[in-house]
């Protein structure tokens, strides 16, 4: 189908501009040379399909058959060329005198964009009518109000965000960045900011610290096309009486559409002050924590279920380094039967989410080392340990146990019937001389109250509980009843003694010559 409408003719024959005639099926119906150069149809295609048409941009099918399903109004888009031009098209709907709808596309070339302004509005104005005048109007209008948006944005952002010329003058300062420094506005130039105030890296925020070179600022080598990226600084202004920050800086050359350096550069800074005070505060009580660590007497470890030390802090008298341990394996570092011991340790910490304690004899220079560790499940893969040494207390208990022995020996020794009570009563131990006056059974459990006349009893009690509140210890006579069930006099004193971690009553019974039923 061709249509000859003689408006459309005309400015297809003398337009230098790209112009498009289709149907509402997307079928070419017109074209002028300077359609082919572009998106590749030309004469030859009249009649087909854009979208059957191989060498056609699918940008260019797609936006089409947008527009066309639209007759009420004009259509504008940008898309790329076959050479990969920006273009800008409108779309302009027409009706026939046969009832149909034909679709009028002019393109403009990035060359022609701006040269053929007028004219093009002109070509628009007598093909499309007021209508595309609105719709340029519509996104003139659209164009203000991204504009006031990018305004607002700019405005409220925490970053400091400044624009600065290629004379290194500030072109714009948002809120932000004027809140950060008084001397961040228009007309102020970049040296002028850097020459009141020193900068700092991170690690050297000290005064007295040396302060970057110039060679070294960020900011003088922006003037010569530097690029930044998240680079950290401390910047304290010169005046005493005004305080630093940190910041994360970010320098970007503005790049004009050819390439060249000649807009000056986009400066973004984010005060990163309060996050590296909470850095320094808690690198500060790390170190505290670690070196309360090291003054410990306890070896501490962490360690994965297969047994690898992934953390080692030595005890305080350790001559072997942590990093000894570190990705070793307990397999590796202890004897066989120690390490299988502590590997099942391991194993039962995290099944059972419980605290485990494992205890083991180490040889060391021929001499017994004894260690208690304490087992705590950090999470199911990783268990955090405490490992002492507890030789001195094994010590210390094997000596005591000679010593109770040995006090039993003496004792047992003794002339007297001799018993050892808790107090309630309860008989704890008692010599072979009682043994034999009573008749006691083995694995029995009595009382000295078991013994002692009924009319004595509660005279008996109050002398135990006198000797636990430190009252001077008197003779007293008790009936003591024997094992025949007669009964005989008694005499009796009572002291305080520690016996196998236990404070009792040491009593001692002197019997009377005279017996009686």
């Known amino acids: ?41 030309g004469e030859g295609h009249i009649g087909k399909l854009l979208f059957e048409l191989p060498d056609v941009p699918s940008s260019v099918t797609d936006a089409l058959r947008n527009a066309v399903t639209d007759i009420s109004n004009a259509h504008q888009w940008e898309f790329r060329s076959k050479q990969n031009e920006r273009l800008l098209a409108t779309v302009q709907p027409t009706s026939t005198t046969e009832g149909e709808w034909l679709f009028t596309v002019t393109m403009q070339t990035n060359e022609s964009l701006y ?6 509005l ?11 005048l609105k719709q340029r109007q519509k996104t003139y209008s659209e164009l203000e109000q991204q504009e006031d948006l990018l305004q607002s944005i700019l405005a409220n952002m925490p970053e400091a965000v400044l624009v600065m010329d290629n004379d290194g003058y500030f072109a714009l300062c948002n809120e932000a960045a004027r809140k950060m420094s008084p ?18 890296v991170p690690s050297e925020i000290n005064p007295n610290e040396i302060v970057l070179a110039d060679e070294q600022n ?13 680079l950290e600084l401390y910047i304290k202004p010169k005046e005493q009486n005004m305080g630093g920050y940190h910041v994360s800086l970010s320098i970007q050359p503005l790049i004009t559409y050819q390439q060249h350096l000649d807009k000056g550069c986009l400066i ?3 005060d990163i002050s309060d996050r590296k005070q909470a850095e320094m505060e808690l690198a500060d009580s790390e170190r505290r924590h670690r070196a309360l660590l090291h003054t410990l007497p306890d070896t501490l470890f962490r360690v994965r279920a297969d047994g690898t030390y992934l953390d080692y802090i030595p005890a305080l008298n350790d001559i072997i380094p942590g990093a000894t341990y570190i990705d070793n394996n307990v397999m590796n570092l202890l004897p066989i039967e120690v390490a299988e011991g502590l590997m099942r340790a391991i194993t039962t910490c995290l099944e059972e989410q419980t605290l485990q304690i494992f205890n083991f004899e180490y040889a060391i220079d021929e001499n017994n080392t004894y260690y208690e560790v304490r087992l705590s499940p950090i999470n199911d893969k990783e268990v955090m340990g405490i490992a002492r040494n507890v030789t001195d207390i094994i010590m210390a208990e094997y ?81 003591l009843v024997l094992n025949n069930h007669k009964k005989t006099r008694i ?26 039923s």
């Open 1 to 41: 189908m061709r249509h000859n409408n003689l408006s459309t003719e005309h400015l297809l024959t003398n337009s230098v501009t790209p112009i498009l005639v289709i149907d509402k099926h997307l079928a070419v119906v017109n074209s002028n040379p300077s359609v082919e150069q572009l998106i590749n149809v």
């Open 115 to 120: 040269t053929d302004l007028l004219s093009n």
């Open 122 to 132: 002109m070509r628009e104005i007598e093909l499309q009518g007021v209508e595309v």
């Open 183 to 200: 001397l961040f506005q228009k007309g102020i130039t970049l040296l002028q900011w850097i020459h009141a105030h020193l900068f700092y």
């Open 218 to 230: 960020p900011f003088l080598k922006s003037l010569k096309g530097y690029r930044v990226s998240s």
């Open 268 to 270: 973004i800074m984010s």
């Open 399 to 479: 000596a005591f146990e000679r010593s109770t022995n040995n006090y039993c020996s003496l004792l047992e020794n003794m002339p007297n019937p001799i018993a050892l009570v808790r107090q309630d009563g309860t008989l704890v131990w008692h010599n072979q001389h009682l043994n034999n006056l009573l008749s006691l059974e083995d694995n029995r459990l009595y009382t000295i109250y078991d013994f002692i006349g009924s009319n004595d009893v509660l005279r008996a009690k109050t002398g135990i509980q006198q000797c636990y509140t430190g009252e001077t210890n008197r003779v007293c006579v008790f009936n």
């Open 491 to 516: 005499s009796v004193t009572a002291n305080l003694i520690f016996y196998r971690q236990e404070i009792l009553v040491q009593i001692n019974l002197t019997l009377h010559n005279k017996k009686h």
